[in-house]
């Protein structure tokens, strides 16, 4: 395990939550977020490289790559390990916070996820497979500061799944629409 949280403030998740919980329940409007990301090119000309770069990451850049089964070189995380990152990082943090409105003291929390793709699908080897995940799974290991009771550690796992945006995401779907923009160079004859 690798996340020490033993020298957080106890109490810092509910004092900064609760203030935001009662003005959401006044002004719901202001609740609503929007995350983003950009691919881009970036220094290199393949098809199996580019770079992205999440919107509140301050302009910096995060090379990409893609996964050798579908002819990249895997020599950088590929989308679907930004997928598997991605919900990693939301249960990871979502936990810990649940952890501090329940009481429950951790000393040490790791997150592992995994998912599983059959690319034929976007191969167009085979249209019987859907192009998407298969499979995903998250291991999480918690180790307490003190004996925690059951029922309440219950209550962390059932909480964490349900307040965990990324989880909800994937295990119900979400619309995802699509705006294509269109440049092209002007024709001379």
């Avoid at 089964?69 to 997928?83: I, S």
């Avoid at 976007?122 to 180790?143: E, G, H, I, K, Y």
């Avoid at 500061?145 to 799944?161: F, R």
Wanted: glycine share 6%.
């Amino acid at each position: 395990m690798k996340t020490n949280t033993t020298n957080i403030e106890p109490k810092l998740v509910p004092a900064r939550q609760k203030p935001l919980q009662q003005r959401y329940r006044k002004e719901p409007d202001a609740a609503w977020i929007r995350d983003e990301a950009r691919a881009v090119i970036g220094g290199s000309a393949d098809p199996f490289h580019s770079e992205i770069e999440p919107g509140h990451n301050a302009g910096k850049r995060w090379s990409l790559g893609i996964h050798e089964v579908v002819g990249g070189y895997h020599d950088a995380p590929n989308p679907g390990d930004l997928l598997s990152a991605s919900l990693a990082a939301c249960l990871h943090s979502t936990t810990r916070m649940i952890a501090q409105w329940l009481d429950i003291e951790l000393a040490d929390i790791e997150v592992v996820v995994g998912a599983e793709c059959d690319v034929r699908g976007s191969l167009m080897v085979d249209q019987s497979v859907p192009v998407a995940f298969q499979r995903m799974d998250c291991n999480v290991w918690l180790q307490t500061s003190i004996h925690t009771d059951e029922k309440k550690l219950k209550s962390l796992m059932e909480y964490a799944e349900a307040c965990c945006v990324v989880m909800k995401t994937l295990r119900g779907g979400v619309k995802v629409e699509t705006n294509w923009h269109f440049e092209q160079e002007a024709s001379y004859k």
